[in-house]
């Protein structure tokens, strides 16, 4: 049995079902962790169970109880505790069946809860569910790693002390939680797609997880139309997963992708729900930036790809949803449709306003137009000034290798 495997595979599954049976997020962390160290210890000599994950959950469960046993001042937790029923069942839910019995998508929604912030949503989100550790997280929130920490004490501490229910809440709660679930959910993807710092390989398990707590919400929410979109966007989003990188781990541009290696299975299940999003009448964030990268899948070569209209869905994303990095996604497209000269002076704008100061992908953005232009040393200096900023090392030999192209 490998034991590593399983704990990066189902550690998160079987925390989400501890953090059910026990009420605590710490407790159920400190619990597993140990229960991990006891299977490390006596499956090589006894032999692995025949449930592996059942067995960790109420090794774990057990220890708990010994400890609340133990502590005389937890008389009300011990009881809660052992109460719940000692069998636990480890089966992904069909989705056409009873998705709210999934354990992970309760603890989303816990995660999720209003009186929490936002950025303390999300983080709590990634430790607990996708296992990023501390150190990860900050570096995604550009936070110290022990202020991080201390958000995330006190977040667990609020839960904990509010009762803060572990459920799906009904339909009179729902909208005002949908959309922090399906913002973490979209941050969730887009640290596994894109991650924030260290080596910048994507880490697939959480595109996964992202993808199936995606599924597990637009079936909750059928008629939801940014349920629809979000599910389509990391479809299609992930769909080109495999072709973003060469065989040393060199990142390769949207235009220089070698297409055959797209999933066209997921392209086309993805059109759809982009589709359906938009036909709705009210498509929103994730619904129109779907339909941008159904564009993109649908376009047999880079050349096919239909700028003009990606430009116009852009302006319309920017004008429901404005933001710094929407308008510079906006320029990007209004290059390719109108001419660099045209994305250029929309980026000098953007520039000015200085909201993205510090985001390196600007400058990057800036430098690519000049290289396109034949403007090679403004092209360097704008590549010198996105490397000075950019975080992770996939990306940073990008730039350089552009760098030297102009250089």
Same mark, same amino acid.
């Given at each position: 049995?490998?034991?590593?495997?399983?704990?990066?595979?189902?550690?998160?599954?079987?925390?989400?079902?501890?953090? $059910?049976?026990?009420?605590?997020?710490?407790?159920?962390?400190? !619990?597993?962790?140990?229960?991990?160290?006891?299977?490390?210890?006596?499956?090589?000599?006894?032999?692995?169970?025949a449930?592996?994950?059942?067995?960790?959950?109420?090794?774990?469960?057990?220890?708990?109880?010994?400890?609340?046993?133990?502590?005389?001042?937890?008389?009300?937790?011990? &009881?809660?505790?052992?109460?719940?029923?000692?069998?636990?069942?480890?089966?992904?839910?069909?989705?056409?069946?009873?998705?709210?019995?999934?354990?992970?998508?309760?603890?989303?929604?816990?995660?999720?809860?209003?009186?929490?912030?936002?950025?303390?949503?999300?983080?709590?989100?990634?430790?607990? *569910?996708?296992?990023?550790?501390?150190?990860?997280?900050?570096?995604?929130?550009?936070?110290?790693?022990?202020? !991080?920490?201390?958000?995330?004490?006190?977040?667990?501490?609020?839960?904990?002390?509010?009762?803060?229910?572990?459920?799906?809440?009904?339909?009179?709660? *729902?909208?005002? $939680?949908?959309?922090?679930?399906?913002?973490?959910?979209?941050? +969730?993807?887009? #640290?596994?797609?894109?991650?924030?710092?260290?080596?910048?390989?994507?880490?697939?398990?959480l595109? *996964?997880?992202?993808? %199936?707590?995606?599924r597990?919400?637009?079936?909750?929410?059928?008629?939801?139309?940014?349920? &629809?979109?979000?599910?389509?966007?990391?479809?299609?989003?992930?769909?080109?997963?495999?072709? $973003?990188?060469?065989?040393?781990?060199?990142?390769?541009?949207?235009? #220089?992708?070698?297409?055959?290696?797209?999933? %066209?299975? #997921?392209?086309?299940?993805g059109?759809?729900?982009?589709?359906?999003?938009? %036909?709705?009448?009210?498509?929103?964030?994730?619904?129109?930036?779907?339909?941008?990268? &159904?564009?993109?899948?649908?376009?047999?070569?880079?050349?096919?790809?239909?700028?003009?209209?990606?430009?116009i869905?852009?302006?319309? *994303?920017?004008?429901?949803?404005?933001?710094?990095?929407?308008a510079?996604?906006?320029?990007?497209? +209004?290059? !390719?449709?109108?001419?660099?000269?045209?994305?250029?002076?929309?980026?000098?704008?953007?520039?000015?306003a200085?909201?993205?100061?510090?985001?390196?992908?600007?400058?990057?953005?800036?430098?690519?137009?000049?290289?396109?232009?034949?403007?090679? %040393?403004?092209?360097?200096?704008?590549?010198?000034?996105?490397l000075?900023?950019?975080?992770?090392?996939?990306?940073?030999?990008?730039?350089?290798?552009?760098?030297?192209?102009?250089?």
């Open positions: 049995m490998d034991i590593g495997g399983l704990y990066r595979d189902e550690r998160q599954h079987a925390l989400a079902t501890l953090i $059910r049976l026990l009420g605590d997020f710490d407790l159920a962390e400190e !619990m597993l962790q140990e229960a991990f160290t006891t299977a490390v210890e006596t499956w090589p000599r006894d032999g692995a169970p449930n592996p994950v059942a067995w960790l959950v109420s090794t774990a469960r057990h220890k708990a109880i010994d400890r609340l046993r133990r502590a005389a001042t937890l008389d009300a937790k011990r &009881a809660q505790v052992a109460s719940q029923e000692t069998a636990v069942a480890f089966t992904e839910p069909a989705l056409d069946e009873e998705p709210l019995t999934d354990d992970r998508l309760r603890l989303i929604f816990t995660c999720c809860h209003p009186a929490l912030a936002p950025e303390t949503q999300v983080a709590l989100t990634l430790k607990t *569910l996708c296992g990023l550790s501390v150190d990860e997280i900050a570096r995604a929130f550009l936070v110290p790693g022990p202020t !991080m920490a201390q958000r995330l004490v006190r977040a667990k501490g609020k839960i904990r002390i509010a009762l803060i229910p572990y459920d799906v809440p009904g339909a009179d709660r *729902l909208a005002e $939680r949908l959309d922090g679930v399906l913002r973490v959910v979209y941050l +969730v993807f887009n #640290e596994g797609y894109a991650p924030t710092g260290g080596s910048g390989l994507p880490r697939h398990e595109c *996964l997880e992202a993808i %199936r707590l995606a597990l919400v637009h079936a909750l929410l059928p008629g939801e139309p940014e349920a &629809a979109g979000l599910l389509a966007l990391l479809l299609l989003q992930d769909s080109r997963r495999v072709a $973003r990188f060469d065989a040393s781990g060199d990142l390769v541009t949207l235009e #220089e992708q070698e297409r055959a290696r797209w999933d %066209r299975e #997921e392209i086309a299940e059109s759809r729900l982009a589709e359906r999003a938009l %036909r709705s009448g009210r498509p929103g964030f994730y619904g129109i930036q779907a339909a941008i990268a &159904a564009i993109h899948g649908q376009a047999e070569r880079a050349s096919d790809t239909d700028w003009r209209q990606i430009a869905l852009y302006a319309l *994303l920017l004008r429901g949803h404005p933001s710094p990095v929407v510079l996604n906006h320029a990007a497209a +209004v290059a !390719m449709a109108q001419g660099p000269e045209r994305g250029l002076a929309l980026l000098e704008a953007l520039e000015r200085g909201d993205l100061a510090d985001f390196h992908l600007l400058p990057a953005a800036r430098a690519d137009l000049l290289r396109r232009l034949g403007r090679d %040393r403004e092209a360097t200096d704008a590549y010198r000034e996105a000075r900023t950019v975080g992770n090392d996939a990306e940073r030999r990008y730039l350089e290798r552009r760098l030297r192209e102009v250089g």
